[in-house]
């Protein structure tokens, strides 16, 4: 059923108080390799309707919010829609929280998203995103196992019952390949996924070229020594990841839920604070991030919002629901986050003997608990005298036991919904190794 | 009661045209239809949801054989009115253009011809349990209850969020020589309390899975209490001492073990790929004598205990290792063309809108002979490991990294009470295997956690085993 036809439906029901719907429409292209042999190719061309209904009603006093959210698949007859409708309509009566309005229009000032990927086709920019990592498979003791591609258009539109009706075009790639070397003994290999919002054919390249050298590298590594507790620095996406425990607790749910302590106008980064100081800002049209958005899931207009500010809360962030409960203006859910550079360069920060770990099996951040770890599949170890690869074993620690004292590389890195330092030093971080 | 979609029933005449449209073009025609429901449900101290489970879908997806491969197209919009434009983007956008065909950096993969076997069927699953009408209040009221219950048992509960998910699947496959369809419904349900000292938050996981899903809430029931207190020992909880100890896993980490660190590199098409580590083990040697493992839809009754698999191959039941000794992988049907092998019914999709991979369904070890009383008993120091946290695979490499939210401390054979948390096991794949010389007799499956490989393509597994006792790096 076309989507129109919905909102006559809706528009005529008085069992409830408001509705939004969500409409996506997805063009797809994607290739499967193994080494450069093309497996497989595919393409979909998708539409999703979500529908919300909700329901307004006092309880003991206390005015309450019921909403239910339902599929609408576009195959259903109207009789399947009413009865979805009808559905999520009884659910609303039980699935409620504390009041909060539906948001209102506003007028939009921005109605694209930047990204040269709208420059050509959908197939060409797969072919060229091929050919910018087949550029780098170019070695004698190395090469590219397997490799997906994935190139999305999605165009989305946002309805509600109170007159919102935005629209935004949108692309989203992926990239994951895996790098295998052999130095006459064990072949080893790396896993790499990469999301992006724009083509930059050159970055790409590089970035495979790196994964080749971290690949040469773990092919001569030794075995991670059992340092105890050492001085650890964290390289890549693993920063990326734990610097995302301060987005999440500067979250407005988290804070109602009681899960973050985090109050504005104090140190969200613990007491007398001798390391970098944080500085963190949402950035909802991050250059080359999949993530750039204009107006959030409910309708909220986004911009840029400083959150923390040397290490101090500046202000929460949150959706309109959390936003309302906090008593604070709804930011809406943005998604890329930037983070300002520290005092020191990798240069300087390398001086003393350190573990840094560039890749791990699958570093974890516990955005609730603040622990954080991960099996170390390549890092560096310098002594004081020599470098060596090593891998194998595992690094752990408790992000507030240590915020104190850590300490930002001057040196940035983008990675998709991330800009931000590329390094993050810590002095004494739990090394289990052999 | 269980039963077949109606949508995809209505729809079966006009799959069938497409294939046999398709057909004059392509010599290999198959079409995969999904209709899947469901509700999630989700309580919590500040409130409820109720949603369409994220399962939920309604869908197609054809593969056709063209130059020596196979393609794919995905759609979710077909009458019989839009027909011929679907037949027309199923040619536009499979075709492998001149461009990639003639780009310098790639080649096209040869395929054989994929030869089935001619199957009908219809298969439904547990066709006596209703649960096509969901009780909504008698649902959300016994999750209250247990919520508001569980939040008077500690001052220290800042918040507990009860969950409950039902879901129905309906599937059809229809190729040149084969139509079948099948619905299952499986359920699970969560419990998750999370406790604060001071700035010192703390949470724990229990979750449980079955094919009839109104039976799930009484076992959350009976479970709360117990979830709040390994939740609030966590708040006392210390580092573990990097080191290698003796250790006791408990099911569910002995089912992380079987998943993450040995059952995705059995999957095959990381044989293809050369990808996997296993494929030099074949018929050796990679654990203790003690050591069966099982993977299949049919190996257990659990959240991926189907009919036949998104491509149409029937369930079965695999024994991947069998005394120690590693038999076979597990295989989707493009992989096992490569291998000149039989595909095993592992080849699933996250949706119809994705590929599908070798995966697995539901992996366990066999029970053994041992006492869990005597298996800590045998223990001078080590821990106790539960709570199954997290996992990622090493296919090719065989290094393993799972997690445990609890260790427990064990000294001269009883257990003293003491926490460490989290816990992470490193090391060598064959080593912990092959380092098991105990193993409980009974055999425990969880259904509540989602696949990934790599870092997307979540689908339904379930894993488990009995407790084991092992060697291992812990840090």
């Known amino acids: 059923m076309k989507i129109d036809r919905i909102i006559d439906i809706l528009n005529k029901r008085i069992d409830i108080n408001g509705w939004k719907l969500k409409q996506t429409n997805r063009e797809t292209y994607e290739q499967y390799y193994i080494k450069r042999d093309l497996e497989m190719n595919r393409a979909k061309n998708i539409e999703d309707i979500y529908l919300t209904v909700y329901k307004d009603f006092y309880e003991e006093g206390s005015q309450f919010k019921g909403s239910s959210t339902t599929t609408i698949h576009p195959t259903m007859t109207k009789s399947e829609v009413i009865k979805a409708i009808d559905e999520a309509t009884y659910a609303s009566r039980y699935a409620k929280v504390e009041y909060y309005p539906l948001v209102k229009p506003e007028h939009l000032d921005k109605k694209e998203l930047a990204s040269n990927f709208k420059d050509k086709s959908l197939e060409e920019y797969l072919s060229l995103m091929v050919e910018a990592i087949f550029k780098a498979d170019d070695y004698k003791k190395g090469l590219i196992n397997s490799t997906e591609v994935f190139l999305s258009k999605i165009n989305t539109r946002l309805i509600n019952s109170l007159g919102i009706d935005y629209s935004v075009e949108k692309y989203m790639a992926e990239v994951e390949f895996i790098t295998n070397w052999n130095e006459d003994k064990e072949e080893i290999e790396l896993f790499r996924h990469i ?104 309708g909220v207009i986004l911009k840029d919002i400083n959150i923390i500010k040397d290490g101090i ?118 090394v289990a190794g052999n | 009661m269980v039963m077949t979609s109606n949508y995809l029933t209505q729809q079966k005449s006009i799959i069938k045209e497409l294939v046999d449209r398709l057909s004059i073009k392509y010599k290999f025609v198959s079409i995969l239809g999904v209709d899947t429901t469901g509700k999630s449900f989700r309580v919590s101290r500040s409130g409820t949801s109720i949603e369409d489970s994220m399962w939920t879908e309604r ?166 209490e117990d979830v709040i207190d390994k939740a609030t020992a966590l708040l006392d909880a210390k580092r ?122 539901n992996t366990f070890f066999d029970g053994g002979k041992d006492k869990v009383s005597d298996m800590i008993k045998s223990i001078e120091f080590g821990y106790l490991l539960t709570g199954m946290m997290s996992g990622m695979e090493d296919p090719k490499n065989w290094g393993i990294q799972c997690v445990a939210m609890i260790g427990e401390e064990i000294k001269d054979g009883k257990l003293t009470g003491n926490i460490v948390t989290p816990v992470i096991m490193t090391g060598y794949v064959p080593d912990l295997l092959k380092s098991i010389t105990m193993m409980s007799e009974k055999v425990e499956l969880f259904g509540t956690g989602v696949c990934g490989k790599g870092h997307k393509e979540l689908v339904k597994a379930s894993d488990g085993g009995p407790y084991i006792k092992a060697k291992v790096r812990l840090g």
């Open chain 2, 240 to 361: 573990v001492t990097p080191g290698v100890y003796d250790v006791i896993c408990a099911p569910d980490i002995t089912g992380l073990i079987a998943h993450e660190a040995f059952g995705h590199g059995v999957e095959m098409d990381m044989f293809v790929k050369n990808r996997a580590k296993a494929v030099e083990y074949l018929d050796k040697a990679v654990a203790s004598t003690l050591v069966t493992m099982h993977d299949g839809a049919k190996s257990a009754e659990e959240v991926s205990s189907y009919f036949f698999d998104d491509e149409g191959t029937l369930a079965q039941d695999t024994i991947v290792i069998d005394k120690g000794i590693l038999k076979t992988g597990i295989s989707d049907v493009i992989s096992a063309l490569r291998l000149n092998t039989k595909p095993t019914g592992n080849g699933k999709r996250q949706s119809y809108d994705r590929k599908a991979y070798s995966r697995m369904t």
């Open chain 2, 59 to 224: 869908g197609f997806v054809v593969r056709v054989y063209q130059d020596n491969m196979y393609s794919e197209y995905a759609f979710n919009e077909i009458t019989h009115e839009n027909l011929d434009q679907i037949e027309q983007e199923i040619i536009i956008k499979t075709n492998i253009s001149e461009k990639i065909k003639n780009n310098s950096f790639v080649r096209l993969t040869k395929y054989a011809l994929l030869e089935e076997e001619e199957i009908n069927g219809s298969f439904v699953k547990n066709k006596d349990i209703n649960t096509d009408v969901l009780d909504l209040q008698l649902i959300v009221d016994k999750l209250n209850q247990i919520k508001d219950n569980a939040l008077k048992k500690s001052e220290l509960l800042v918040n507990i969020i009860v969950g409950f998910e039902q879901v129905n699947i309906s599937k059809i496959y229809i190729s040149n020589k084969k139509n079948l369809e099948q619905s299952y419904s499986w359920g699970t349900s969560t419990v998750v309390p999370v406790v604060r000292k001071g700035d010192n938050n703390k949470y724990f996981y229990e979750g449980f899975s079955s094919l009839n899903p109104m039976e799930l809430l009484d076992q959350v029931e009976l479970a709360y």
């Open chain 1, 195 to 298: 999301d992006m919002g724009e083509f930059d054919g050159d970055k790409l390249t590089k970035e495979v070229q790196e994964m080749f050298e971290m690949s040469k590298a773990r092919a001569l590594s030794k075995p991670t020594p059992a340092l105890g507790v050492h001085r650890v620095i964290l390289t890549g996406e693993s920063v990326k990841q734990l610097l995302k425990y301060y987005y999440s607790q500067s979250n407005a749910a988290f804070v109602y839920e009681k899960y973050s302590n985090a109050s504005i106008g104090k140190s969200i980064q613990g007491e007398k604070i001798i390391g970098d100081k944080i500085n963190m800002t949402l950035k909802p049209h991050l250059k080359g991030s999949s993530f750039q958005s204009i107006f959030d899931n409910d």
């Open chain 1, 313 to 430: 809360l500046n202000q929460y962030w949150g959706n309109q629901r959390y936003s309302y409960y906090l008593k604070m203006e709804p930011t809406g859910e943005i998604n890329n986050y930037e983070v300002t550079h520290g005092m020191h360069s990798i240069e300087k920060l390398k001086e003393t003997p350190y573990l840094e770990v560039v890749s791990f099996s699958s570093f974890q951040m516990d955005e609730f608990t603040g622990d954080f770890g991960g099996e170390i599949r390549l890092g560096w170890y310098y002594d004081g005298n020599k470098t060596i690869p090593v891998s194998g074993g595992s690094i752990s620690g408790n992000i507030k036991e240590k915020q104190n004292e850590l300490y930002l590389s001057k040196e940035m890195i983008s990675i998709n919904d991330y800009f931000g330092p590329k390094h993050i030093v810590f002095n004494d971080i739990v």
